[in-house]
């Protein structure tokens, strides 16, 4: 039996018009994904050192941290913030910076400091992941017995929160207001945080970082350079020592 050899149809040719709809589609699927779901970040200062490096890049999920959508109901994956975790969120104190801090008090929680131990509901905190810098021992009573004293008039900072004088209980302990939460960097006597500036109000939160997907040595002043000709300086910078100053071994770390 014989077959005849049918030939295939040339594929029609994609359309400038088809092209561009198809370049808009990943376009506008990459602008929702890093929107809504996956952010990008740098640290910028030492204050989460040993944790996070400056220098390092890492990925956020914006998603889960979301305030809950009513009529999306349970397809949003959200929950609220745990304590231990680690939060990228807007600075109460500066609206156009972003922080990333450990969450070390939420709702209800009463929370004080007594030489450099955090207390939780009386109960002393295993922080394995705190950093102590060694070129800080001194004793800052403020810092390290927060909030010990009183801010006005015994050696305290004039500035301290308003809102701390309505939480304050009997026995001392801050106690997180609902809808609140209180953050701290893992390198605590480097870290601008919740002891200077206040409780963090829920919808400041941004998302939890995941994992690093780059590390670079950075100086930690490098954010402050703002000139166009130090930025295109480290760009150079970046180029020429890629290879030697990327720290691999903290290539996709997970953030905890």
């Given at each position: 039996m014989l077959f005849k050899k049918t030939e295939k149809k040339p594929k029609p040719k994609e359309t400038l018009s088809e092209a561009i709809l198809g370049i808009a589609a990943v376009l506008v699927s990459g602008l929702f994904i890093i929107t809504f779901i996956i952010q990008a970040f740098e640290i910028p200062s030492r204050s989460m050192e040993k944790t996070l490096l400056v220098g390092d890049?890492?990925?956020?999920?914006?998603?889960?941290?979301?305030?809950?959508?009513?009529?999306?109901?349970?397809?949003m994956p959200y929950r609220p913030i745990r304590r231990g975790e680690i939060a990228v969120f807007i600075s109460p104190a500066q609206h156009d910076l972003h922080l990333v801090k450990r969450i070390v008090g939420v709702p209800g929680d009463k929370i004080h400091l007594e030489n450099r131990v955090v207390y939780v509901n009386g109960v002393a905190q295993k922080e394995p992941y705190v950093y102590h810098d060694p070129l800080k021992n001194d004793h800052d009573v403020f810092r390290d017995d927060f909030p010990a004293i009183s801010p006005v008039g015994q050696g305290g900072p004039s500035t301290w929160p308003l809102e701390f004088h309505a939480n304050l209980d009997t026995h001392g302990d801050l106690v997180v207001p609902e809808g609140h939460y209180f953050a701290m960097g893992d390198n605590r006597e480097?870290?601008?945080?919740?002891?200077?500036?206040?409780?963090?109000?829920?919808?400041?939160?941004?998302?939890?970082?995941?994992f690093i997907y780059w590390s670079f040595d950075t100086p930690e002043d490098q954010y402050n350079r703002t000139a166009w000709s130090d930025r295109i300086a480290f760009v150079f910078h970046v180029i020429i020592h890629f290879f030697d100053q990327t720290r691999w071994s903290r290539m996709f770390h997970p953030v905890r």
């Amino acid at each position: 039996m014989l077959f005849k050899k049918t030939e295939k149809k040339p594929k029609p040719k994609e359309t400038l018009s088809e092209a561009i709809l198809g370049i808009a589609a990943v376009l506008v699927s990459g602008l929702f994904i890093i929107t809504f779901i996956i952010q990008a970040f740098e640290i910028p200062s030492r204050s989460m050192e040993k944790t996070l490096l400056v220098g390092d890049h890492v990925f956020v999920d914006r998603l889960s941290a979301a305030p809950p959508a009513r009529y999306l109901g349970p397809l949003m994956p959200y929950r609220p913030i745990r304590r231990g975790e680690i939060a990228v969120f807007i600075s109460p104190a500066q609206h156009d910076l972003h922080l990333v801090k450990r969450i070390v008090g939420v709702p209800g929680d009463k929370i004080h400091l007594e030489n450099r131990v955090v207390y939780v509901n009386g109960v002393a905190q295993k922080e394995p992941y705190v950093y102590h810098d060694p070129l800080k021992n001194d004793h800052d009573v403020f810092r390290d017995d927060f909030p010990a004293i009183s801010p006005v008039g015994q050696g305290g900072p004039s500035t301290w929160p308003l809102e701390f004088h309505a939480n304050l209980d009997t026995h001392g302990d801050l106690v997180v207001p609902e809808g609140h939460y209180f953050a701290m960097g893992d390198n605590r006597e480097n870290s601008f945080d919740s002891r200077y500036w206040g409780f963090v109000p829920e919808e400041n939160f941004i998302g939890r970082p995941l994992f690093i997907y780059w590390s670079f040595d950075t100086p930690e002043d490098q954010y402050n350079r703002t000139a166009w000709s130090d930025r295109i300086a480290f760009v150079f910078h970046v180029i020429i020592h890629f290879f030697d100053q990327t720290r691999w071994s903290r290539m996709f770390h997970p953030v905890r």
